[in-house]
């Protein structure tokens, strides 16, 4: 069974400091891992993804994520935070090898960042 | 482009009642998802569709059923209606595996 892992609620930053928002997953086989931000009252947005390749994909907004095989962990980063990037982030997994659950995206519980000025 | 559309967007119900929620899509995507957004739970997965006439259970199924009998709709009901299923409500697809999910704007329901 595939899961995905959000260990922090809330990430305090300040405006110009560097984020990251951490995220680790369980899959049977290799994963498909997506990074998405959701500002209040709206839908989810898409930031990024990894599907294979090079383990550092870059995205939406100078958004970028590190993927770890040996830690399974895909750790979302952005080098100078700021203060819209105050939102809800969400960590999700597919999994590929996944013979009865082919298609299911699951999310992890979301963390909270709040960026001072 | 209307991208992923939730009908409706807001719904009151009474306990016992029951109501469909819709979901279109226009980008020909073949995966189609349900998740509920809770405070604290994140978004848990209800039913999702890989194809047109598919459907497979979630997390979270039980109260609730889907249909695709098209492949742009992928419709929620809920036939008796609880109090525990006062959430948003988020529709989502994708063209396949490898991509990116789509959401649109959710439904905020409250059974009463």
Sequence with gaps: AQSVAQPEDQVNVAEGNPLTVKCTYSVSGNPYLFWYVQYPNRGLQFLLKYITGDNLVKGSYGFEAEFNKSQTSFHLKKPSALVSDSALYFCAVRDMRATDSWGKLQFGAGTQVVVTP | ?112
């Design chain 2, 1 to 112: 482009n209307a991208g992923v559309t939730q009908t409706p967007k807001f719904r009151v119900l009474k306990t016992g009642q029951s109501m469909t929620l819709l979901c279109a899509q226009d980008m020909n995507h073949e995966y189609m998802y349900w998740y509920r957004q809770d405070p604290g739970m994140g978004l848990r997965l209800i039913h999702y569709s890989v194809g047109e006439g598919t459907t497979a259970k979630g997390e979270v199924p039980d109260g609730y059923n889907v249909s695709r009998l098209k492949k742009q709709n992928f419709l929620l009901g809920l036939e008796s209606a609880a109090p525990s299923q006062t959430s948003v409500y988020f529709c989502a697809s994708s063209y396949g595996e490898s991509t990116e999910a789509f959401f649109g704007q959710g439904t905020r329901l409250t059974v009463v």
